[in-house]
């Protein structure tokens, strides 16, 4: 990007908590939106800002910065608009993030993609990078994208125990996270592998992507991990099958080949508690899971599987609900599953569950040993 306007929105804004003028700054304030104005016209997003008496350069996005300017611009006392104006100073000059992202909180109100909500409304996937949106089961880019840049720093790992297509693996070379994927079938590996390879040449990130055959309710991480050089992860992303909804092969170690729905759990259990050894203390544990319709019966194989999580040791910081998005297919069968509705009394499945857990430093019941 070309620097722009260089250092000059900062001193302009400097200069204006010397005034006392109310009408005065606000004139200021309005030329400085018309310059930003300006700017975007001439297809510019954002303006390079120089920190003086530091090497730092921001790149402050104008939509952030004239948010902020109309704000400070509708105050009625002197007092507040230099309240506002010093906040505004420091999110452009200084950068505060929590322990586990990198999300400035000086600059919160730039995040708006973020979500905070417990309710998943995502009207279509994200299309923009080589997701294979052909593998059936597999989740929409959103769900890895939210969680790995809320719950990681860029550099820090993210193990997939159900990799799958590899989703969540792609999403971490776009944000510059490294990754794990676990993953039963050979077939599925080597599928995951070309996305996050077509992925990677699109992007040209340094990332460090590793994928293992394995089972994830019995595999030695400690062992695999050593191999790769790598002690713990920060963040454990899980989206199992939903039991046997879907087959997704004839392994019979496959989840989706459990006998029983208990054999699933103890399952599932093992997975959350081989992950919970090689995850930092305090850290995420993600699971996407939905429920599932049998002889007549609404099974919550969701919150059957969330409690199976919570005995390894870990807390529930929040129960997420998602839509589903519509595919094609099921609209046209809307009609027909409509009715099918009525007559047999039950609803529709709408949505699926995102469980987030974070891990216990001292587990209360859970053995340690895996
Ligand atoms: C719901 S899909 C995950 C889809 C993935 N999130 C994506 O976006 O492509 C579940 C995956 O878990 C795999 N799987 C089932 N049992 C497993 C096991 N015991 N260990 C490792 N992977 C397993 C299946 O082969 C399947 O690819």
Same mark, same amino acid.
């Given at each position: ?146 969680? *790995? ?5 860029? =550099? @820090? +790992?993210?193990?997939?125990? &159900? ?5 969540? #693996? ?118 996407? *899971? ?5 002889? =007549? @019966? +609404?099974?919550?194989?969701? &919150? ?5 999580? #919570? ?60």
């Amino acid at each position: 990007m070309q620097k722009v306007a260089s250092a000059v929105p900062l001193q302009r804004l400097k200069k204006l908590l010397q005034e006392n003028d109310l009408p005065a700054i606000k004139k200021s304030l309005s030329k400085i939106i018309t310059d930003i104005g300006s700017l975007e016209a001439k297809g510019k997003q954002a303006t390079r800002v120089d920190i003086k008496s530091s090497d730092k350069i921001f790149e402050l996005p104008h939509a952030y910065f004239k948010k902020e300017l109309l704000q400070i611009c509708e105050t009625k006392t002197i007092e507040r608009t230099k309240y506002y104006l010093k906040r505004l100073l420091k999110g452009i000059s200084e950068v505060k993030t929590g322990k586990v992202n990198d999300i400035n909180l000086n600059r919160w109100k730039e995040y708006d993609d973020i979500i905070t909500d417990s309710l998943w409304v995502v009207k279509k996937r994200d299309n923009s990078g080589y997701h294979s949106a052909g593998y059936w089961g597999n989740f929409i880019p959103q769900i890895p994208n939210q969680f *790995i840049r809320r719950y990681t720093k860029k =550099g @820090e +790992w993210v193990l997939d125990a &159900f990799l799958g297509s590899g989703t969540t #693996l792609m999403e971490c070379q776009r944000l510059g996270r490294h990754g794990i994927g676990v993953e039963i079938q050979p077939k599925i590996v080597t599928l995951a592998k070309k996305n996050i390879s077509l992925e990677r040449k699109k992007i040209e990130k340094s990332s460090q992507i590793e994928i293992f055959q394995a089972d994830s309710s019995k595999v030695n991480y400690e062992e695999k991990f050593k191999k790769i050089g790598v002690t713990s992860v920060q963040l454990v992303i899980m989206h199992p099958p939903y039991w046997d909804i879907i087959k997704f092969s004839e392994d019979k170690r496959d989840l989706s080949n459990a006998d029983s729905i208990d054999a699933f759990l103890r399952l599932l259990g093992e997975a959350a508690q081989r992950a919970r050894h090689v995850l930092d203390d305090e850290r995420y544990l993600v699971l996407v *899971i939905g429920d599932k319709y049998a002889d =007549g @019966e +609404w099974i919550p194989l969701g &919150f059957y599987a969330m409690n199976e999580v #919570l005995k390894k040791g870990f807390k529930l910081k929040s129960t997420i609900v998602k839509n589903f998005e519509e595919t094609k297919g099921k609209m046209n069968q809307k009609e027909l599953w409509r009715y099918r509705a009525l007559v047999g009394g039950y609803y529709i499945f709408k949505h699926e569950y995102i469980f987030l857990f974070q891990k216990k430093k001292k587990p209360a019941s859970a053995s340690r040993s895996v």
